[in-house]
């Protein structure tokens, strides 16, 4: 079975400070792969980043940085320098190879981001 | 511009009535995919279908049904034997649906239960 779990359902931020965002996953597949999703208020899911679980390297991508961690199955989010408009639900959601059918999501987690 | 298109953006429904969302994509995509959120949750899938005329039930589909006649369309009955139907309902749709696609949503339809 298949589960991904964000431990943090709200947090507060004041503009420009960072922020990490938790994501912990279960899985016994060995090929996976691994997505984080933002909804802003306006309800459409906008896809982050994609990662398999045969590459570890970290991303970064202008404010936004990933951790990928298989020994902890952990694929960590952090925002840098954070804005009002990085305000959001964000989704860590998992795949497994195989599985055409479903994204397993996390419960998400409310990032607020103070002026 | 493509994308994904959802109606109504929201709808009222009073109890013992079947409704229909609608989503249509003009991505060109095969496969295409209906989740239901709930609030403080993340997303259950309902059904999805990877191939026009055919479809597969998700871990919710009771209460659910689809067509898929058209590649661009995969419109989501929700029918009077869905016991507590109100939620935010998200289609997506991914390239081929295999694992290693993404899959990109739609801006959602909320379905409320009068």
């Known amino acids: 079975a298949q589960k991904v779990t964000q431990a943090q359902t709200e947090i507060s931020v004041v503009e420009k400070e960072d922020v990490t965002l938790d994501c912990v996953y279960e899985?016994?597949?060995?090929?996976?792969?691994l997505f984080w999703y933002k909804q802003p208020p306006s309800g459409e899911l906008v896809f982050l980043i994609r990662r398999n679980s045969f590459d570890e390297q970290n991303e970064i991508s202008g404010r936004y940085s990933w951790n990928f961690q298989k020994s902890t199955s952990s694929f960590n989010f952090t925002i840098t320098a954070s804005q009002v408009v990085d305000s959001a639900v964000y989704f860590c959601?998992?795949?497994?190879?195989?599985?055409?059918?479903?994204?397993?999501f996390g419960s998400g987690t409310q990032l607020t981001v103070l002026p | 511009d493509g994308g994904i298109t959802q109606s109504p953006k929201y709808l009222f429904r009073k109890e013992g009535q079947n409704v229909t969302l609608s989503c249509e994509q003009n991505?060109?995509?095969?496969?295409m995919y209906w989740y239901r959120q709930d609030p403080g949750q993340g997303l259950r899938l309902i059904y999805y279908?990877?191939?026009?005329?055919?479809?597969q039930k998700g871990d919710i589909a009771e209460g659910y049904s689809v067509s898929r006649e058209k590649k661009e369309s995969f419109p989501l009955t929700v029918t009077s034997a869905q016991k507590n139907p109100t939620a935010f309902y998200l289609c997506?749709?991914?390239?081929?649906?295999?694992?290693?696609?993404?899959?990109?949503f739609g801006p959602g339809t909320r379905l409320t239960v009068l």
């Open positions: 991505l060109n995509h095969d496969a």
């Open positions: 279908s990877q191939i026009v005329n055919d479809f």
């Open positions: 997506a749709s991914s390239i081929r649906g295999f694992s290693t696609d993404t899959q990109y």
């Open positions: 899985t016994r597949d060995t090929t996976y792969y």
């Open positions: 959601a998992l795949i497994f190879s195989g599985s055409a059918r479903q994204l397993t």
